[in-house]
């Protein structure tokens, strides 16, 4: 299965990229436990996107048998990167989430409108049958 939706630049926009994802997601048959893994997954990167950005973003999802695969395209060249803020600081941990509860991630130019894409991938072995997350890599 593959989807793709335009997310409009703001923050009211993360809801309903996060519902666009979950309806997909549901459709495409991924499980419970993978499915809040993903959404959540889904949720940091639009957040990124809409807040540090610069449109068009663009959501897409692709999950096939081996794994689900989520980008988000934006117009800025500048790549995330993995922070450590100190338990006070108010943000800068959703690349961190990105990083430790997914099975790959990364960013790739992109030709056209958008500058690069943020993508990360879930293997769905790495998700256990009770649906939490496997921390081997």
């Known amino acids: ?47 990124n996107a809409v ?17 689900t695969r989520v980008e988000v395209t934006d117009g800025v060249r500048e790549v995330p990167v993995v922070r450590n803020p ?12 990105v990083d430790r509860l997914s099975s790959s991630w990364g960013t790739v130019e992109e030709d056209g409108d958008a500058a690069k894409a943020v993508w990360f991938e879930l293997r769905h072995d790495d998700v256990s049958e009770l649906g939490g997350f496997s921390t081997e890599r």
């Open 51 to 67: 807040a540090h950005a610069d449109p068009p973003v663009t959501l897409r999802v692709h999950v096939d048998d081996e794994r």
């Open 86 to 97: 100190p338990p006070t600081a108010f943000g800068g941990r959703g690349v961190m989430f």
């Open 1 to 47: 299965m593959y989807a793709e939706t335009a997310v409009s630049p703001s923050l009211s926009a993360i809801a309903p990229a996060r519902h666009w994802a979950r309806d997909r997601l549901a459709e495409a048959g991924v499980d419970d436990g993978r499915l809040e893994l993903l959404v959540l997954l889904v949720s940091e990167l639009v957040t």
